[in-house]
């Protein structure tokens, strides 16, 4: 059974910066393509950030040059380093394994003043 835990949410003033971090339960993590994905209140769930195997990356238009996603197979870990925050950043954001179709419990992130 694969597990992903998000941890790092919280709240921050516009412009700050947090750092999530997904910690996965994979004896194969280096294999897999992650991702990041959002969901704000009333919203559907979009697609954030992405890194394949080989790490290679992509985001969608609104947090590129903000967002970083990383990932350190040795930990099975994968990371979303956010700057430059903004209100309509705020959602729950959640780790997802593509292959196999895993979810986190998703961790809140709240950019307000």
């Known amino acids: 059974q694969v597990q992903l835990v998000e941890s790092g949410g919280g709240w921050v003033q516009p412009g700050g910066s947090l750092r999530l971090t997904c910690a996965a339960t994979s004896s194969v993590f280096s294999n897999y393509v992650m991702e990041w994905y959002r969901q704000a209140p009333g919203k559907q769930r979009e697609f954030v950030a992405a890194?394949?195997?080989?790490?290679?990356?992509s985001y969608t238009d609104s947090v590129k040059g903000r967002f970083t996603i990383s990932r350190d197979n040795a930990k099975n870990t994968v990371y979303l380093q956010m700057n430059s925050l903004k209100p309509e950043d705020t959602a729950v954001y959640y780790c997802?394994?593509?292959?196999?179709?895993?979810w986190g419990q998703g961790t809140q992130v709240t950019v307000s003043s």
């Open positions: 997802h394994r593509l292959i196999g179709n895993y």
């Open positions: 890194i394949t195997s080989g790490g290679r990356t």
